[in-house]
Antibody
Framework: QVQLQESGPGLVKPSQTLSLTCSVS??????????WSWIRQPAGKGLEWIGR???????NYNPSLGSRVTISVDTSKKQFSLKLSSVTAADTAIYYC???????????????WGQGTLVTVSS | DIQMTQSPPSLSASVGDRVSITCRAS??????LNWYQQKPGKAPKLLIY???NLHSGVPSRFSGSGSGTDFTLTISSLQPEDFASYSC?????????FGQGTRVEIK
């Protein structure tokens, strides 16, 4: 079954850019998943959807993050990536990459998750 | 944005109990409601999609119901491995949002 693995720095300085990559294994990135998403979870808090990308490159982002977020995909490497600029302590969280499934009339759901990676924003 | 409100925030129950968690959307979301289970230090796992459809491999003691704005996740007979946090999430439109979660603890 498909597996996802996040990678990237665990510590980012305030005002800098957070960069994470999600590697897809055991399946094609152009698979049955409709698209790929990033989700984050601050310690002790709920989950927040960051945005999604189709393998075509089309994206949708959570307006709460404004123009700070960029998600990209590299199908040849079977990876998709997250960049979040101008980070503050409020961006400290566990970041998850997910494969999004769905069916006509059923909506979309986060079917497969990476294990998550903690990113701390601190000087 | 559509707001998702879960209740209760936490509950204590015993093995074998029937447990229900509710999720209310701030507007109608049809059946575009999913439920996840999360254990400490682990990623969430999909339990129920489209309000009432059991994801592959999920035990049948889990069930979901509801449509429109009000939804319920029910565990018919709580097992030791079910002590965890549960979150609802809508996919009616973007931004997709989650409830704040319900922690199910051992009584």
């Amino acid at each position: 079954q498909v597996q996802l693995q996040e990678s990237g720095p665990g510590l980012v300085k305030p005002s800098q850019t957070l960069s994470l990559t999600c590697s897809v294994s055991n399946d094609s990135i152009n698979s049955r998943f409709y698209h790929w998403s990033w989700i984050r979870q601050p310690a002790g808090k709920g989950l927040e959807w960051i945005g999604r990308i189709y393998t075509s490159g089309n994206t949708n982002y959570n307006p709460s993050l404004g123009s700070r977020v960029t998600i990209s995909v590299d199908t040849s490497k079977k990876q998709f990536s997250l960049k979040l600029s101008s980070v503050t302590a409020a961006d400290t969280a566990i970041y998850y990459c997910t494969g999004v499934g769905g069916q006509l009339g059923y909506g979309y759901y986060f079917e497969t998750w990476g294990q998550g990676t903690l990113v701390t924003v601190s000087s | 944005d559509i707001q998702m409100t879960q209740s209760p925030p936490s509950l204590s129950a015993s093995v074998g109990d029937r447990v229900s968690i509710t999720c209310r959307a701030s507007q109608s979301i049809s059946n575009h409601l999913n439920w996840y289970q999360q254990k400490p230090g682990k990623a969430p796992k999909l339990l129920i999609y489209a309000a009432s459809n059991l994801h592959s491999g999920v035990p049948s003691r889990f069930s979901g119901s509801g449509s429109g704005t009000d939804f319920t996740l029910t565990i018919s007979s709580l097992q030791p491995e079910d002590f965890a946090s549960y979150s609802c999430q809508h996919s009616y439109n973007t931004p997709w949002t989650f409830g704040q979660g319900t922690r199910v603890e051992i009584k």
